[in-house]
Protein backbone atom coordinates (compact mmCIF):
# COMPACT_ATOMS: atom_id res chain seq x y z
CA UNK A 1 0.00 0.00 0.00
CA UNK A 2 2.60 2.14 0.86
CA UNK A 3 4.69 1.73 -2.08
CA UNK A 4 1.36 2.37 -4.10
CA UNK A 5 0.76 5.91 -2.47
CA UNK A 6 4.56 6.47 -3.58
CA UNK A 7 4.43 5.61 -7.04
CA UNK A 8 0.58 8.11 -6.93
CA UNK A 9 2.69 11.02 -5.50
CA UNK A 10 5.39 10.50 -7.93
CA UNK A 11 3.31 10.27 -10.77
CA UNK A 12 1.28 13.66 -9.21
CA UNK A 13 4.58 15.33 -8.56
CA UNK A 14 6.03 14.56 -12.07
CA UNK A 15 2.53 15.83 -13.50
CA UNK A 16 2.55 19.03 -11.83
CA UNK A 17 6.60 19.66 -12.88
CA UNK A 18 5.25 18.66 -16.69
CA UNK A 19 2.37 21.25 -16.38
CA UNK A 20 4.39 24.07 -15.11
CA UNK A 21 6.97 23.13 -17.67
CA UNK A 22 4.36 23.69 -20.46
CA UNK A 23 2.79 26.95 -18.38
CA UNK A 24 6.02 28.56 -18.97
CA UNK A 25 6.55 27.67 -22.30
CA UNK A 26 3.22 29.16 -23.74
CA UNK A 27 3.40 32.51 -21.58
CA UNK A 28 6.89 32.53 -23.02
CA UNK A 29 5.58 32.08 -26.54
CA UNK A 30 3.20 34.82 -25.82
CA UNK A 31 5.61 37.26 -24.47
CA UNK A 32 6.10 40.04 -27.19
CA UNK A 33 8.96 40.47 -29.63
CA UNK A 34 10.74 43.59 -28.70
CA UNK A 35 9.92 46.08 -31.89
CA UNK A 36 13.65 46.11 -33.13
CA UNK A 37 14.25 42.14 -33.15
CA UNK A 38 11.84 41.76 -35.71
CA UNK A 39 12.71 40.73 -39.21
CA UNK A 40 9.85 41.42 -41.36
CA UNK A 41 9.17 44.98 -41.39
CA UNK A 42 6.78 47.39 -44.18
CA UNK A 43 5.44 50.69 -44.25
CA UNK A 44 5.08 53.79 -46.64
CA UNK A 45 7.50 56.88 -47.37
CA UNK A 46 6.89 60.53 -47.64
CA UNK A 47 10.00 61.89 -49.70
CA UNK A 48 10.67 65.88 -49.52
CA UNK A 49 13.90 66.42 -51.21
CA UNK A 50 15.38 69.15 -53.77
CA UNK A 51 16.63 68.18 -57.15
CA UNK A 52 19.54 69.64 -59.34
CA UNK A 53 21.35 68.86 -62.21
CA UNK A 54 25.05 68.62 -61.51
CA UNK A 55 27.89 68.51 -63.98
CA UNK A 56 30.51 69.36 -66.13
CA UNK A 57 29.72 71.71 -69.45
CA UNK A 58 26.09 72.34 -68.48
CA UNK A 59 24.37 74.04 -71.00
CA UNK A 60 22.66 76.71 -68.46
CA UNK A 61 23.16 77.40 -64.86
CA UNK A 62 20.83 76.01 -62.25
CA UNK A 63 19.31 75.69 -58.71
CA UNK A 64 17.62 73.53 -56.46
CA UNK A 65 14.11 73.11 -56.71
CA UNK A 66 11.74 71.45 -54.54
CA UNK A 67 10.63 68.09 -55.45
CA UNK A 68 8.35 65.75 -53.66
CA UNK A 69 7.46 61.76 -53.99
CA UNK A 70 6.00 58.44 -52.12
CA UNK A 71 7.71 54.99 -51.72
CA UNK A 72 6.21 51.88 -50.52
CA UNK A 73 8.80 49.87 -48.68
CA UNK A 74 9.97 46.93 -47.32
CA UNK A 75 12.96 45.43 -44.94
CA UNK A 76 14.24 42.49 -43.91
CA UNK A 77 16.51 41.62 -41.08
CA UNK A 78 18.86 38.82 -41.19
CA UNK A 79 20.23 40.06 -37.88
CA UNK A 80 18.80 42.94 -35.75
CA UNK A 81 21.91 45.15 -36.88
CA UNK A 82 22.04 44.04 -40.95
CA UNK A 83 19.24 44.05 -43.25
CA UNK A 84 17.86 44.73 -46.96
CA UNK A 85 15.15 46.47 -48.71
CA UNK A 86 13.45 46.78 -51.61
CA UNK A 87 10.89 49.81 -52.72
CA UNK A 88 8.71 51.18 -55.75
CA UNK A 89 7.22 54.50 -55.75
CA UNK A 90 7.16 57.69 -57.54
CA UNK A 91 9.76 60.79 -57.48
CA UNK A 92 9.23 63.64 -58.90
CA UNK A 93 13.11 65.27 -59.89
CA UNK A 94 14.57 67.92 -61.59
CA UNK A 95 15.97 71.47 -61.35
CA UNK A 96 15.63 74.90 -61.63
CA UNK A 97 16.85 77.39 -64.16
CA UNK A 98 18.30 80.69 -63.82
CA UNK A 99 18.31 83.29 -66.85
CA UNK A 100 19.40 86.74 -67.01
CA UNK A 101 17.52 89.04 -65.01
CA UNK A 102 16.90 91.34 -67.59
CA UNK A 103 14.22 93.93 -66.22
CA UNK A 104 16.38 93.73 -62.50
CA UNK A 105 12.69 93.33 -60.69
CA UNK A 106 9.81 94.92 -59.69
CA UNK A 107 11.65 97.11 -57.38
CA UNK A 108 14.65 98.87 -59.37
CA UNK A 109 12.20 100.49 -61.76
CA UNK A 110 8.70 100.99 -60.38
CA UNK A 111 7.57 103.26 -62.59
CA UNK A 112 8.69 101.40 -65.82
CA UNK A 113 6.79 98.65 -67.29
CA UNK A 114 9.03 95.98 -69.25
CA UNK A 115 8.23 96.08 -73.25
CA UNK A 116 9.04 92.01 -73.31
CA UNK A 117 8.47 88.89 -71.45
CA UNK A 118 9.57 89.09 -68.23
CA UNK A 119 12.91 88.30 -66.78
CA UNK A 120 12.85 84.41 -66.05
CA UNK A 121 15.29 84.40 -63.14
CA UNK A 122 14.46 81.65 -60.69
CA UNK A 123 11.27 80.75 -62.75
CA UNK A 124 12.26 78.32 -64.79
CA UNK A 125 11.84 74.96 -63.53
CA UNK A 126 12.32 71.39 -65.49
CA UNK A 127 10.38 68.73 -64.19
CA UNK A 128 11.51 65.06 -64.49
CA UNK A 129 8.71 62.40 -63.56
CA UNK A 130 10.24 59.52 -62.25
CA UNK A 131 9.56 55.89 -60.56
CA UNK A 132 11.68 54.29 -58.47
CA UNK A 133 12.74 50.59 -57.26
CA UNK A 134 15.25 50.94 -54.98
CA UNK A 135 17.40 47.91 -53.57
CA UNK A 136 19.08 49.01 -50.03
CA UNK A 137 21.87 47.41 -47.16
CA UNK A 138 20.78 48.86 -44.01
CA UNK A 139 22.60 48.96 -41.28
CA UNK A 140 21.14 49.55 -37.59
CA UNK A 141 22.88 50.72 -34.80
CA UNK A 142 21.28 50.74 -30.81
CA UNK A 143 21.37 54.35 -29.54
CA UNK A 144 18.93 53.80 -26.02
CA UNK A 145 16.21 52.23 -25.56
CA UNK A 146 13.34 52.81 -28.54
CA UNK A 147 16.02 54.71 -30.48
CA UNK A 148 18.08 53.01 -33.36
CA UNK A 149 20.77 55.03 -35.86
CA UNK A 150 19.64 53.35 -39.27
CA UNK A 151 21.78 54.03 -42.65
CA UNK A 152 21.41 52.25 -45.37
CA UNK A 153 23.08 51.97 -49.33
CA UNK A 154 21.98 50.98 -52.55
CA UNK A 155 20.88 51.50 -56.13
CA UNK A 156 17.42 52.71 -57.17
CA UNK A 157 16.44 51.89 -61.09
CA UNK A 158 14.60 54.91 -62.28
CA UNK A 159 12.36 54.89 -65.69
CA UNK A 160 11.94 58.39 -66.62
CA UNK A 161 8.26 59.09 -67.72
CA UNK A 162 8.31 62.75 -69.19
CA UNK A 163 9.80 66.00 -68.61
CA UNK A 164 8.42 69.45 -68.77
CA UNK A 165 9.44 72.48 -68.56
CA UNK A 166 7.43 75.16 -66.43
CA UNK A 167 8.13 79.14 -67.05
CA UNK A 168 6.27 80.59 -64.17
CA UNK A 169 4.23 83.54 -64.33
CA UNK A 170 3.11 84.80 -60.89
CA UNK A 171 1.48 87.87 -62.41
CA UNK A 172 -1.60 86.34 -64.24
CA UNK A 173 -1.05 82.41 -63.39
CA UNK A 174 -1.12 81.84 -67.10
CA UNK A 175 2.42 79.60 -67.05
CA UNK A 176 4.04 77.96 -69.95
CA UNK A 177 4.59 75.10 -69.89
CA UNK A 178 6.38 72.77 -72.68
CA UNK A 179 7.22 68.89 -73.30
CA UNK A 180 10.75 68.30 -73.16
CA UNK A 181 10.99 64.43 -72.68
CA UNK A 182 12.78 63.74 -76.32
CA UNK A 183 15.63 66.02 -74.89
CA UNK A 184 16.42 63.87 -71.86
CA UNK A 185 16.83 60.28 -70.90
CA UNK A 186 14.54 57.64 -70.37
CA UNK A 187 16.08 55.65 -67.90
CA UNK A 188 18.55 55.60 -65.28
CA UNK A 189 20.32 53.99 -62.01
CA UNK A 190 20.97 55.95 -59.01
CA UNK A 191 22.79 55.36 -56.17
CA UNK A 192 21.32 56.11 -52.61
CA UNK A 193 22.35 56.71 -49.46
CA UNK A 194 20.29 57.28 -46.48
CA UNK A 195 20.81 57.77 -42.43
CA UNK A 196 18.64 58.86 -39.42
CA UNK A 197 17.13 58.13 -36.56
CA UNK A 198 14.42 55.15 -36.50
CA UNK A 199 11.82 55.58 -33.28
CA UNK A 200 9.62 52.82 -31.93
CA UNK A 201 6.49 54.89 -32.03
CA UNK A 202 4.39 53.29 -28.76
CA UNK A 203 4.96 49.74 -29.86
CA UNK A 204 2.66 50.45 -33.49
CA UNK A 205 5.28 51.28 -35.80
CA UNK A 206 8.79 52.36 -36.52
CA UNK A 207 8.83 56.07 -37.60
CA UNK A 208 12.00 57.01 -39.46
CA UNK A 209 13.21 60.32 -40.02
CA UNK A 210 16.05 60.06 -42.49
CA UNK A 211 18.16 62.22 -44.74
CA UNK A 212 18.53 60.92 -48.40
CA UNK A 213 20.85 61.66 -51.08
CA UNK A 214 20.76 60.13 -54.58
CA UNK A 215 22.75 60.67 -57.60
CA UNK A 216 22.20 59.12 -61.21
CA UNK A 217 24.84 57.54 -62.86
CA UNK A 218 23.40 58.54 -66.63
CA UNK A 219 24.12 61.36 -68.78
CA UNK A 220 20.42 63.32 -67.93
CA UNK A 221 21.32 64.78 -71.72
CA UNK A 222 20.04 62.63 -74.87
CA UNK A 223 21.57 65.16 -77.17
CA UNK A 224 24.17 68.66 -77.19
CA UNK A 225 27.26 68.65 -75.27
CA UNK A 226 26.46 68.95 -71.82
CA UNK A 227 27.20 65.89 -69.19
CA UNK A 228 24.86 66.40 -66.01
CA UNK A 229 23.68 63.75 -63.48
CA UNK A 230 20.07 63.98 -61.89
CA UNK A 231 20.88 64.85 -58.08
CA UNK A 232 18.27 64.81 -55.07
CA UNK A 233 18.65 65.50 -51.32
CA UNK A 234 16.70 66.03 -48.26
CA UNK A 235 14.39 64.14 -46.36
CA UNK A 236 12.79 61.18 -46.03
CA UNK A 237 9.71 60.16 -43.23
CA UNK A 238 7.91 56.21 -42.76
CA UNK A 239 6.10 54.52 -41.16
CA UNK A 240 7.38 50.94 -40.94
CA UNK A 241 4.84 48.29 -39.51
CA UNK A 242 5.44 44.71 -38.64
CA UNK A 243 4.49 40.56 -39.21
CA UNK A 244 3.88 38.57 -36.14
Known amino acids: MKRITCFILLACLASLSSLAQTKESILKESEPIPVFEKKFYWGASWNQYWGIIKGTDLPETYFAK ?5 NLRTEYYILPFLGVGVGAGFQQRGTGVINPDN ?5 THPWEEPMYDADSTYRERRRFKTWEFPVTVHLRLPITEGLRLSAS ?3 AFMPVTGVTNYFLSVEDGYHKITDLSSNYLTRDVSYQLSIGPDINAGQSC ?4 HFIYTRGTKN ?3 SGTGNGNLTTYGFR ?3 MFWTK
Open 220 to 222: VYQ
Open 206 to 209: ILQA
Open 103 to 107: YGGAF
Open 66 to 70: PCIGF
Open 153 to 155: AGV
Open 237 to 239: VSC
